[in-house]
């Protein structure tokens, strides 16, 4: 199957600090990568659709500005936390979709990253 | 976002017993998937579907998409304690990128 990295793996930050999140694709190319959230004991959370050369398509209640997202090649999608919260303490993990000939669509997720702000 | 209805919630077997779960939602998709997730990573691909009563296994794994095109499952055979994990459904509209997900049946397999 493709493989999806994420970078890091595990971040801590303190309040009103930024971090960013990288998401890429190793063997393959993907025009639409997505972001998710999870917390403890649920389930994934989408954030936003991140499409190359274009900007992405947040969920109703995403906050555009403080979570920002560039795709800026096939590859890679990068998740901006700004001024982080406690609150904002989260499991964050992204995914790439890999379209095949024809009509399937599959979708392959990276390890996550545990973002933890004091 | 739309969510999907994924039942059992949580299940505690023996090892070696079978495990049956569903996922169920009010739209028609066309693409299922099946992912499990450990403590602290990724979910990870098991098994995808791309056509209505499609049955496909992997291993000691069978997922088959529904004929309404509304629902799925998946049927592990002979559990072992590696199988513990949460297991997602995620679904497909005909209609744009976005995938749904299910709401996770948490597996705990008791040796």
């Known amino acids: 199957g493709a493989v999806v990295s994420q970078h890091p793996s595990w971040v801590i930050c303190k309040s009103g600090t930024s971090v960013k999140i990288e998401c890429r694709s190793l063997?393959?190319?993907?025009?639409?990568m997505f972001w998710y959230r999870q917390f403890p004991k649920q389930s994934l959370m989408l954030m936003a659709t991140?499409?190359?050369?274009?900007?992405?398509?947040?969920e109703q209640g995403v906050e555009k500005d403080k979570f920002l997202i560039n795709h800026a090649s096939l590859t890679l999608s990068t998740l901006t936390v700004t001024s982080a919260h406690p609150e904002d303490s989260s499991f964050y993990i992204c995914?790439?979709?890999?379209?095949?000939?024809?009509?399937?669509?599959?979708?392959?997720f990276g390890p996550g990253t545990r973002l933890t702000v004091l | 976002g739309q969510q999907l209805n994924q039942s059992p919630q949580s299940m505690f077997i023996q090892e070696g017993e079978d495990v049956s779960m569903n996922c169920t939602s009010s739209?028609?998709?066309?693409?299922w998937l099946w992912y499990k997730q450990d403590p602290g990573e990724g979910p990870v691909l098991l098994i995808a579907?791309?056509?209505?009563?499609e049955l496909t296994s992997n291993g000691r794994l069978t997922a088959q998409f529904g004929i309404t095109r509304k629902d799925s499952f998946l049927n592990i055979s002979a559990s072992i304690p590696s199988d513990v994990g949460i297991y997602f459904c995620?679904?497909?509209?005909?209609?744009?990128?976005?995938?749904?997900f299910g709401t996770g049946t948490s597996l705990t397999v008791i040796p």
């Open positions: 995914s790439a979709r890999v379209s095949r000939a024809g009509l399937t669509d599959t979708q392959y």
């Open positions: 063997d393959f190319q993907a025009t639409t």
């Open positions: 991140s499409n190359e050369g274009s900007k992405a398509t947040y």
């Open positions: 739209s028609i998709f066309n693409t």
């Open positions: 579907l791309y056509k209505a009563g």
């Open positions: 995620a679904g497909q509209p005909n209609t744009g990128n976005q995938f749904y």
